[in-house]
């Protein structure tokens, strides 16, 4: 696999921690650093999960710092750090609060990794991919928002789950933003290549779309915070993509220059993924009824990106 690069992981909390272990049992990279402002949670979840690789047989090294130096080389650094949601909350409660700490990290990372493509994980996660993207004056290419794997891993479960059947041959799509608004799309999700439309009536596919885009409220409501194992799998799918140049296409969150007719804004739509990071940007047909929704969401996203513009956020 991909021996020789380096990923860095900023925020070794649910999310970030996963991530690396994920990344370190996969065993395609050479190194991951994570970092987090609490020096010995990332100190002592780095040595915890480096002692599980010997085993494995996996020779990816593992290390954690305060000191960004530490992330020079990095092929990719993902960002994990920031507040996740509680029950009763919203992604977009997190808006201020996480806006703050990425920006701060953004200005690191251009310093000390500035050739590294970025994973964006933190909440609301449109509008966090955003900020990076402009706090950072980064190519579009480079910035990424990881939800809509997640989005679309939870509706094939759910679709699984309603038929009783299909487990593991399930391919949903999900556009969007990461929110309420998000974009299910059943006219591109089949079951080993059946169609969903011929497998379920519409009322069932209106449940799952539901479930779908409360999928993550489902999971903070169980835990009292949010769900880490599948963002994880996604998050690392995206880095494979990445670090094998495998020119995969997945939803991710990026900045849309007229695609399907927006702009300065980001979204979630499909891309290919190669070691550029965003390699392509793919146009769906979508129908009307799509189209609608997704304007609902771009709408959504924009809102948050105005009380940042607002609050003179990006002058500061
Ligand atoms: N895009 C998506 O689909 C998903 C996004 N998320 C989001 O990811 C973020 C992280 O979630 P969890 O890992 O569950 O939270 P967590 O609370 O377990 O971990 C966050 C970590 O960030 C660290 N941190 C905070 N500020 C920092 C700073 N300035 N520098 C370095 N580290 C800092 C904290 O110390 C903590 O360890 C949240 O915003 C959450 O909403 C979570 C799941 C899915
Ligand atoms: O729901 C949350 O707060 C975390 C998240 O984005 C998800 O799991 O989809």
Known sequence: MSQGKKVSIIGAGNVGATVCYWLAMR?????????????????????????????????????????????????????????????????????????????????????????????????PLDAMTYVAL?????????????????????????????????????????MGGHGDDMVPLPRYSSVNGVALTDLLTDVEIEEIIEKTRH???EIVSYMGTSGYYAPANSTVKMIEAILSDSRSIFPCAVLLEGEYGYHDTVNGVPVVLGANGVEQIVELPLNEHEKKQFSKSVESVNKLLETLHKSEFFVQ
């Open 215 to 217: 999928g993550g409220a």
């Open 27 to 123: 065993k395609h990279c050479r190194e991951i650093v994570m970092i987090d402002r609490y020096e010995g949670l990332a100190q002592g979840k780095a040595l915890d999960i480096l002692q599980a690789t010997s085993p494995e047989g996996s020779h990816t090294q593992i290390s954690s710092s305060s000191d960004y130096h530490s992330i020079a080389n990095s092929n990719i650094v993902v960002i994990t750090a920031g507040s996740p949601r509680k029950p009763g909350m919203s992604r977009d409660d997190l808006l201020m609060i996480n806006a703050n700490i990425t920006k701060e990290i953004i200005e690191k990372i251009t310093h000390y990794a500035p050739n590294a493509i970025i994973i964006i994980v933190s909440n």
């Open 134 to 174: 402009k706090v950072g004056h980064y190519a579009r290419n480079r910035v990424i928002g990881m939800a809509g794997i997640l989005d679309s891993s939870r509706m094939e479960t759910f679709i699984s789950q309603k038929l009783g059947f299909g487990y593991g041959q399930v391919t949903a799509s999900v």
